[in-house]
């Protein structure tokens, strides 16, 4: 169990952070789904952990997202306090030996990440555990808890809108490669 959990642990946290676009929510969400699988499922084949720990992460995320709906509400009537920078995110990142090309892949990967954010939840599912993860039909299906009907639509839409959202991006960056990064080739 330990291995699988290394295992997922990376791409788990940019699913959830990507979802709930902080990073201390996304740890918790990934913390939790990893106890629950732990504790309810670790007697189940290994073949079956990968689609259940997803499904536990991703009801994690949504309900982190409904507390985080409900608090919204009553921060309405408060006053906002605006929290202080954190020096290390604002930290720029080694220079690379082509500084202008680090520039452009930092706003390439932040135009990737502005537009999965964007999608639709559903959507974001699909996408992020389709391409990032790599999760056949059926395990996305179960992640999801839906039909694998409804997870090739929901995938399809999100390549669509990725590429119309990120096309002309791309292309920029990458004339003579390919015009969409590995991750928007569309597998069964």
Not at 3 to 31: G, H, N, P, T
Not at 60 to 76: N, P
Request: with cysteine; net charge neutral.
């Amino acid at each position: 169990m330990d291995a699988f959990l290394a295992e997922v642990e990376a791409k788990a946290f940019v699913i959830a952070r990507l979802s709930l676009r902080d990073d201390d929510d996304a740890l918790d969400a990934v913390q939790d789904a990893m106890i629950r699988l732990v504790r309810k499922y670790a007697d189940r084949p290994r073949a079956e952990w990968k689609p259940l720990f997803y499904r536990i992460l991703r009801n994690r995320i949504v309900d982190q997202q409904r507390r985080r709906s409900v608090r919204q509400r009553f921060r309405a009537w408060r006053p906002t306090s605006e929290a202080a920078p954190d020096p290390v995110e604002e930290a720029p990142g080694h220079p690379a030996g082509q500084p202008d090309r680090q520039v452009e892949l930092q706003d390439s990967m932040a135009s990737l990440h502005q537009a999965i954010g964007d999608l639709p939840e559903r959507q974001r599912q699909a996408f992020l555990f389709r391409a990032m993860e790599g999760l056949n039909v059926a395990e996305t299906a179960t992640a999801m808890g839906c039909s694998q009907g409804s997870v090739k639509t929901h995938y399809f839409r999100a390549v669509h809108s990725l590429r119309v959202t990120l096309g002309d991006h791309w292309d920029e960056h990458d004339r003579g490669q390919s015009a969409q990064p590995r991750e928007f080739v569309g597998h069964d």
